[in-house]
């Protein structure tokens, strides 16, 4: 509640051009996650001296704090997918793990779009750009929930939604390490099929080349 009413008092409480509306518990949950995650839409930002301040200082801690959080979760998901993994190796569960992916990517990075497609008026390609544009903490600022004017949130819209980044941004972060160690295992296969070929090469080389005469030198 503290940092909640910090961010009224010294966060721009007349709201801007984007979002007119002052700042309740909702924008301000949502604006404090958009800190901590370093997405940083750009829309809103600190107007006075104060705010300023608080900001530096509530991002040096609490953007360590949310690494240190998501670290944790994302290794809680490894934890549960490794699981899965050994309880599917047994005959006829061949597809669970894979179907759970599935779902489990779609409910995370699919069916979102859907929902801002639906509440903010977008096509349903804007919808599934600002998701990946927010999970993976770009951030351009071009398309940001709860900014029309025009339209009349829920007072939980927003609060929902930062709860949304922080989860998917634990899920892409796992999906962009498994991504990331396949490309280096792929890499480091191709680098000794490599290194093989040239042994063979090199050994090809000394068979092929004629023995050369010993001379006999007499004693």
Known sequence: QVLMEAWEKGVNPEGNSTNPSNWDFSNSFFFAGTVVTTIGYGNLSPSTVAGQIFCVFYA??????????LNQLGKGLNAH????????????RAQVQYQFMICFHYFKTMFPPLVFSYVEGWSYGEGFYFTFITLSTIGFGDYVVGTN??????????SLTAIWIVFGLAWLALVFNVGANLMEKFLQLKWHKSDLSLAEGATTKLEDEPERPRIHIPS
């Open 149 to 158: 004017p025009n339209k009349h949130y829920i007072p939980v819209y927003r």
């Open 60 to 69: 040096l801690f609490g953007v360590p704090l949310n690494l240190a959080f």
């Open 81 to 92: 997918l490794l699981t899965l993994e050994r309880w599917v190796q047994k005959p006829g």
